[in-house]
Nanobody
Framework: VQLQASGGGLVQAGGSLRLSCVAS????????MGWYRQASGSERGLVAS???????VYSDSVKGRFAISRDNAKNAVYLQMNSLKGEDTGVYYC??????????WGQGTQVTVSS
């Protein structure tokens, strides 16, 4: 399975973006799906994740502003980002973890929030 992330771009603070991650195969068996962010000079960190039974986890910095969702029929996971802030700037990577296997990473999509 390969992942293709899209939807990044340049947005003003307070604006919204929706990231998409489409898998080349079925995501129905994925144990965890998530979005990670890597800001310049920083390590990659979790933004949001969703388990196969739809339990979600969000980093404290995005709670109430971001929402992760998925569409099994489209083999896609999404990240709706609202009320964007400058500190949300970074490269966003989608990740999917099959049961009993290693995580699969997408290529990353740049999000830049201007103040």
């Amino acid at each position: 399975v390969q992942l293709q992330a899209s939807g990044g771009g340049l947005v003003q603070a307070g604006g919204s973006l929706r990231l998409s991650c489409v898998a080349s195969g079925s995501i129905a068996s994925m144990y965890v799906m998530g979005w990670y962010r890597q800001a310049s000079g920083s390590e990659r960190g979790l933004v949001a994740s969703m388990t196969s039974d739809s339990n979600t986890v969000y980093s404290d910095s995005v709670k109430g502003r971001f929402a992760i969702s998925r569409d099994n029929a489209k083999n896609a996971v999404y990240l709706q980002m609202n009320s964007l802030k400058g500190e949300d700037t970074g490269v966003y990577y989608c990740m999917m973890l099959p049961r009993g296997s290693r995580p699969i990473w997408g290529q990353g999509t740049q999000v830049t929030v201007s103040s």
